[in-house]
């Protein structure tokens, strides 16, 4: 369920997931502000799959590792630019 395969789509797989909280994290967020809205999105239909609260922070973990969110002073998750 990280990546999508044969029989998973995108935005079903973490990684899609993963997609739709960098779009999200536009100016530093706890990670209750951030499911808010993420979780607001999927019930929109702006987003084409639904994940839980435990699939977000898989999805987070998986960004902090590869180095494309952290967090601030404040305990906010925010995006890090990713340097060239």
């Given at each position: 369920m990280v990546l999508p395969d044969k029989h998973i789509r995108f935005a079903e797989s973490l990684l899609g997931l993963?997609?739709?909280?960098?779009?999200?994290?536009?100016?530093?967020?706890?990670?209750?502000?951030?499911?808010?809205?993420?979780?607001?999105?999927?019930?929109?239909?702006?987003?084409?799959a639904t994940h839980t609260f435990d699939n977000l922070v898989l999805s987070v973990d998986i960004l902090f590792a590869v180095g494309a969110?952290?967090?601030?002073?404040?305990g906010r998750l925010e995006r890090c630019a990713l340097s060239n």
């Open positions: 993963g997609a739709l909280v960098l779009e999200t994290l536009d100016a530093p967020k706890s990670i209750d502000t951030l499911w808010k809205e993420v979780h607001s999105k999927m019930q929109g239909g702006a987003f084409p969110v952290a967090l601030n002073r404040d």
